[in-house]
């Protein structure tokens, strides 16, 4: 059974450019959420979908949004790059339930923003 | 509110030495979840056990054994007999079950064993 697949692995960007992360779940995960990790603030939750619908949100400005298709895949926007937008953007799927909310991760892209 | 606390930032053993990795957390809530994730230099998060709020019994697999204590609200991960492999950084998490997976993970303590 594939993991979860983010693309791509690293990227390089400029201040107010934007990108578009891709992240393919476990299959048979309905569930995908977003996490940004940095030095400074450590791994902080964006948000996560489940069937095509938002979920959850965690406290991050409106320049970062996602979003989810009907075959689960899920990408995520950032607009307006700013220098503190590099860092490391982890993927995660899981069960969707509470009871399987045990969630796998990809292995990141590494965004940098110059 | 939650939160976790895993206040050893490093830890260095030389190998074959036991060694414990910190972790407390807060949270109102009366059911929730608690996981330990090792990250390895690659990056990816490795998932390694996780407990619900209404099992306290300990969990033992291999040389990994985890202690849930809800009275000093503590989730400590202790690996014997380390092994080099073992080096990485270790996150303790939180997710409240009204929240989804809204993970809350501490700010990880980094493994290193020495040979």
């Known amino acids: 059974k594939a993991g979860v697949t983010q693309t791509p692995r690293y990227l390089i960007k400029t201040r107010g450019q934007q990108v578009t992360l891709s992240c393919s779940p476990i299959?048979?995960?309905?569930?995908v959420s977003w996490y940004q990790q940095t030095p400074g603030q450590g791994l902080q939750f964006l948000f996560e979908?489940?069937?095509?619908?938002?979920?959850n949100k965690g406290n991050f400005p409106g320049r970062f949004s996602g979003r989810q298709f009907s075959n689960s895949r899920s990408e995520m926007n950032v607009s307006t790059l700013e220098l503190g937008d590099s860092a490391l953007y982890l993927c995660a799927s899981s069960g969707g339930t509470a009871a399987k909310n045990i969630q796998y991760f990809g292995a990141g892209t590494r965004l940098s923003v110059l | 509110a939650q939160k976790v606390t895993q206040a050893q930032t490093e830890i260095s053993v030389v190998e074959k030495e036991d060694v414990t990795l910190d972790c407390v957390y807060e949270?109102?809530?009366?059911?929730?979840?608690l996981f330990w994730y090792k990250q390895p230099p690659s990056g990816e998060l490795v998932f390694l056990i996780r407990r619900n709020s209404f099992d306290e019994q300990n969990e033992i697999s291999g040389r990994y054994s985890w202690n849930f204590q809800k009275s000093t609200s503590s989730f400590n991960f202790t690996i014997t007999a380390s092994q080099v492999v073992d080096s990485a950084v270790y996150f303790c998490?939180?997710?409240?079950?009204?929240?989804?997976?809204?993970?809350?993970f501490g700010a990880g303590t980094r493994l290193t064993v020495k040979p």
């Open positions: 979908y489940f069937s095509e619908t938002q979920r």
């Open positions: 998490a939180l997710s409240e079950a009204a929240n989804n997976n809204d993970m809350r």
């Open positions: 299959s048979g995960h309905r569930s």
């Open positions: 949270t109102r809530d009366t059911t929730y979840y």
